[in-house]
């Protein structure tokens, strides 16, 4: 057996070795002015290529943030082409010269709208007046709705029963409202048992959540549901192959804190675009030729 003062300074020096292993792993923190490679001979540092990346447009910059490698290789072989270029003032030779005229003139526009969304400030005072002024926005409906289809060809559904006519439809829908609006009445049982939207039906009618401003939405939908208190139901609403009965569960609204965010960024967008259209308003634009600007005349049919 080993003596055991032998067997401490096995195990001291092994913890000593791991160690050191660990320490010497670990690279030291590259700083912006060092040397990280040279191309052509010339040096290039940490800096200069961070400086580059930001530079490179967003899904470059996201192709190669882990490999430091292949961006120096593509910036290289960028470099040495357009140094070329220079070398035989292909900038001032047509048709490159005026694309170049142009693509400088549009990277400044767009570079200038880039820079004013970095001025821009907006104070939290306007972010709640903003919500205040325009709180239905933050409001949304959570509804339950009967759809009662019509066809104005007849016939049989899928399931072979007779399809309705715009006025049985709209009769039945008429009949639900009466029966919906007396008391104990069961909106969801009536949804399952009557209701031509399947996927709704299935669920006592609910549809979910409806937003004031929501897109896509008819209008005439919005207003009816957004007329009614929590409870209550609508009468039918006439759309182009049915009516709808829509109850009104309860209203939400976003709290200020969760909508902030958004407005503030919606505040940016239109300061922005008013100052755009400042600078655009100041154009004067004389046609002093208006043959010049003419339409060009349209092309000569096709011949037979």
Known sequence: MLPASFCRAAVLAASSFVILSALSAQAPPVQSDDVVATVNGEKVTAGMIQTLRNG?????????????????KSVAGLLALSRAAEQEKVDQ??????????ARMNFLANAYVSYLNTQVKITQREIQEQFEKNKGDYEEAMVRAIYIAFSR??????????R???????????????????????????????????ASAEKGGDIGGMKRGATG?????RIAVFALKPGE???????????????????????????ASSIATQLQIQKVQAEVQRILS?????????????DPPAAAPPKP
Not at 93 to 102: A, C, G, I, N, S
Not at 217 to 221: D, K
Not at 236 to 250: E, M, R, S, T, W
Request: aromatic content about 10%; overall charge negative; cysteine-free.
């Open 56 to 72: 490179a447009a967003q899904q470059f910059q996201k192709a190669t943030q882990q490999n430091n490698k292949d961006f120096l």
């Open 164 to 198: 309705l006519t715009e006025a049985e439809a709209k009769a039945k829908a008429e009949k639900l409202v009466a029966a919906l609006k007396k008391e104990g009445a069961d909106f969801a049982k009536l949804a399952k048992e009557n209701s031509d939207d399947a």
């Open 153 to 162: 060809t007849g016939g049989t559904d899928a399931q072979g029963r007779k």
């Open 282 to 294: 100041t154009l004067e634009i004389k046609h002093l030729n208006e043959a010049f600007f003419a």
């Open 93 to 102: 030779k047509e048709p490159y010269r005026d694309q170049w005229l142009f």
């Open 233 to 259: 139901v609508s009468e039918p609403v006439p759309q182009p192959a049915g009516y709808y009965i829509f109850k009104l569960d309860q209203i939400k609204v976003t709290p200020f804190e969760q909508a």
């Open 217 to 221: 939405v008819p209008s005439e939908i």
